[in-house]
């Protein structure tokens, strides 16, 4: 990289940890920050780490405090955010639902009409109602947002959402989806594309990437490999290579990681046999 690049990294909650742990991956070295320091920096690349709120990392990244940083993309948004999102980095998926308690009648977000709405994103709230001509009233909470139909502040709230059970633990029922979020690097807009930010959207890319696939290894008899090939879900090519034994090749491919549950029997069944899959370390197409 030619110049230092400073990178803002959420401080504490959800995404804290799946941060670190893809730039531990990554291969840069982060450097644990001492207790209260909120800087730090990576041993094999030079990029300075500004620990803060995810909340956070949006307005620094447009007031050009840092040049990057992970967060929501739900955060983005809300704050209408003037920066770039560089890459999508596959955790921290989640989606701002509308819900209600599970005995209110109110089957869409249509049914909404008229009714109070409490929301943390009142902007992609209001936003996600409009877009669907729904004239409701939003509520905007700091937090705790899924009591507020129990303590009479709202009919219905907008929240994030991972696995439900949240909604499912405080007696609320999803009637339709608003925004779907993960966690990205973003980047100042009016920054120019530098070789410094390009390296580390390709470094944490190659990661993000590598997680979602598998390496497969199967042999099967030669006169059986269109079969095999046939439900590889690859879209490259499979490397064919000849074994020792005659009439048998060995058949390496990459594939997707959610594939490969439903792709084992199926390759037995077409003649493949000494199945491996391995983790993928890092992947640049
Ligand atoms: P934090 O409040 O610091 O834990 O981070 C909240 C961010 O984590 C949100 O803005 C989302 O981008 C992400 N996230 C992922 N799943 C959820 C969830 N179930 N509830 C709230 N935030 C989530």
């Given at each position: 990289m030619s110049r230092r690049l400073t990178l803002a990294l959420p401080s504490k909650g959800r995404?804290?940890?799946?941060?670190?742990?893809?730039?531990?991956?990554?291969?840069?070295?982060?450097?644990?920050?001492?207790?209260?320091?909120?800087?730090?920096?990576?041993?094999?690349?030079?990029?300075?780490?500004?620990f803060v709120r995810a909340d956070d990392v949006p307005e620094y990244v447009q007031d050009g405090v840092v040049d990057c940083g992970i967060t929501g993309l739900d955060l983005v948004a809300e704050r209408q955010s003037n920066v770039e999102v560089l890459l999508r980095l596959g955790f921290g998926t989640c989606s701002?639902?509308?819900?209600?308690?599970?005995?209110?009648?109110?089957?869409?977000?249509?049914?909404?009409?008229?009714?109070?709405?409490?929301?943390?994103?009142?902007?992609?709230?209001?936003?996600?109602?409009?877009?669907g001509g729904v004239a409701a009233e939003v509520v905007t909470v700091a937090g705790a947002v899924e009591i507020s139909p129990r303590l009479g502040l709202a009919d219905a709230i907008i929240d994030l959402v991972s696995t439900g059970s949240t909604l499912r633990t405080n007696g609320l029922r999803s009637i339709g989806v608003l925004f779907e979020s993960e966690?990205?690097?973003?980047?100042?807009?009016?920054?120019?594309?530098s070789e410094a930010r390009r390296t580390l959207a390709t470094v944490l890319g190659s990661v993000v990437a590598a997680r979602?696939?598998?390496?497969?290894?199967?042999?099967?008899?030669?006169?059986?490999?269109?079969?095999?090939?046939?439900?590889?879900?690859?879209?490259?090519?499979?490397?064919?290579?000849?074994?020792?034994?005659?009439g048998l090749v060995a058949v390496h491919a990459l594939v997707p990681a959610a594939d490969i549950w439903s792709l084992l029997p199926r390759l037995e069944e077409a003649g493949a046999s000494s199945i491996l899959t391995l983790p993928v370390e890092r992947m640049v197409p």
């Open positions: 995404l804290r940890e799946p941060s670190w742990a893809l730039l531990e991956a990554s291969g840069v070295a982060p450097q644990e920050p001492g207790e209260r320091v909120l800087q730090s920096h990576c041993r094999n690349a030079e990029i300075d780490l500004l701002l639902q509308a819900a209600v308690p599970d005995g209110d009648p109110a089957q869409s977000l249509a049914d909404l009409a008229g009714r109070r709405v409490a929301t943390t994103h009142p902007h992609l709230a209001a936003k996600g109602l409009a877009d966690a990205v690097l973003v980047g100042r807009s009016s920054d120019a594309d979602a696939n598998r390496y497969l290894l199967c042999n099967v008899a030669r006169d059986r490999l269109d079969e095999v090939t046939a439900i590889l879900p690859t879209r490259g090519s499979p490397t064919i290579m000849d074994l020792a034994s005659s």
